[in-house]
């Protein structure tokens, strides 16, 4: 018997109209995560100033339309946010900015967390900045706390 996985229409309209799909050149940090479980893979391109404020930020994702509602919306709550700031855009910030995820989609929005935090990481490491609370990124969000935390899995 299949599951119904009922969207709001915030998910359904960031879905069918993605905002700030693509690459970027010459990006301030690159990040790269996926689930091999469920097969998608999202990277997160950010553009920050020399004030630590992200100017832009893009993506590309392959995965369903969970993961790629959930890379556009992260990419909008970031842009125009301080790095700090950036870090406080969590997987339940994405959700609840979407009118929230059925619960076997939930990893979507953990998807788009660490894809922050990896681009993130990728621009400390380039500019030798520290970061409070930012770790290594991971190549899997299975390695990660939270991914046992979401409910639905």
């Known amino acids: 018997m299949s599951q119904v996985t009922e969207y709001s229409e915030k998910v359904?309209?960031?879905?069918?109209n993605p905002r700030n799909v693509g690459e970027m050149e010459n990006p301030s940090g690159v990040g790269t995560v996926g689930n091999a479980k469920c097969g998608d893979i999202?990277?997160?391109y950010l553009d920050i100033?020399?004030?630590q404020v992200v100017r832009d930020a893009k993506f590309k994702?392959?995965?369903c339309g969970a993961a790629i509602a959930t890379s556009s919306m992260a990419t909008e709550l970031v842009k125009?946010?301080?790095?700090a700031d950036a870090m406080e855009v969590t997987n339940q910030a994405v959700m609840e900015a979407l009118g929230g995820l059925p619960p076997v989609k939930v990893h979507?929005?953990?998807?788009?967390q660490?894809?922050?935090h990896a681009a993130l990481w990728d621009y400390s490491q380039k500019n030798d900045v520290v970061i409070e609370g930012l770790k290594a990124p991971v190549n899997d969000i299975e390695e990660t706390?939270?991914?046992?935390?979401?409910?639905g899995e």
Do not use: V, W
Request: with cysteine.
């Open 12 to 16: 359904m309209d960031h879905f069918s």
């Open 114 to 116: 660490e894809a922050i």
């Open 49 to 51: 100033d020399e004030n």
């Open 145 to 151: 706390e939270e991914y046992y935390q979401t409910p």
């Open 80 to 83: 125009g946010k301080t790095i």
């Open 108 to 112: 979507c929005s953990l998807l788009a």
């Open 42 to 44: 999202m990277r997160m």
């Open 61 to 63: 994702t392959f995965g």
